[in-house]
């Protein structure tokens, strides 16, 4: 099926807040499939996941929808205790202009990377992946990353935004993770500068914050 695509011609808050969504719960899987010839053909699928469907329908499809003119569609994964969602739309365009951004394919969790992006909308990518990868750290909020890259960005972020901040790595299996997390205290003050949507790490960050 042929859709008409529109790719973004430089970088914007939407497309800044997208890759940080893709960042923290999104795939570009490298994969193939066999043909009726027996020859085997690319995949181009640009993937996310969610146990949120409200999330998927009310930020993530629209979103995606704006940025490049196409609706992802959802198909549920597993549905046990939680349901987890994939929401995911197959485009060799999309999947080519993710990558030139700098978008990593394929297993990415100990090697993504932020893109080159002007300054000012590095916000905007933390606040993708806090509204993916964010969640109660220590005693505050904050995300746990595989790559050294992501952890520098974030604790850059918090520097820069002037939101104090707690970093904690750890080795296993001869591999450093990263924790980087606002303390309960100034936990506020992500609200006021990072511009998170996920109405879920709005309520735990409300709900946890001294009165």
């Known amino acids: 099926m042929l859709y008409l695509i529109k790719i973004p011609k430089r970088w914007d808050k939407d497309l800044a807040y997208l890759f940080g969504l893709l960042l923290g719960d999104g795939s570009l899987p490298e994969t193939s499939s066999k043909r009726p010839n027996g020859k085997y053909q690319k995949r181009y699928q640009i993937q996310f996941f969610s146990n949120s469907i409200l999330f998927l329908k009310k930020i993530y499809i629209p979103l995606f929808k704006k940025v490049f003119d196409l ?5 549920l994964v597993k549905n ?4 987890l969602y994939n929401c995911r739309i197959e485009s060799k365009l999309v999947y080519e202009e993710m990558k030139r951004l700098g978008y990593i394919t394929g297993r990415k969790a100990k090697i993504a990377k932020i893109p080159n992006l002007p300054k000012k909308y590095w916000v905007n990518i933390l606040a993708g992946l806090l509204d993916t990868d964010g969640g109660k750290k220590g005693n505050g909020f904050g995300l746990s990353t595989a790559s050294k890259y992501l952890a520098k960005f974030c604790i850059n972020v918090f520097k820069s ?6 970093s904690c790595p750890w ?3 001869n591999h450093i993770y990263h924790q980087i ?6 936990m506020q003050k992500i609200l006021k500068t990072i511009p998170i949507k996920n109405k879920e790490k709005i309520n735990f960050i409300k709900s946890h914050s001294p009165q």
């Open 171 to 173: 080795e296993h299996k």
């Open 181 to 186: 997390y606002v303390r309960k205290r100034d």
């Open 80 to 83: 046990k205790i939680n349901p």
């Open 161 to 166: 935004e002037k939101i104090p901040f707690r």
């Open 71 to 75: 609706i992802p569609y959802i198909s």
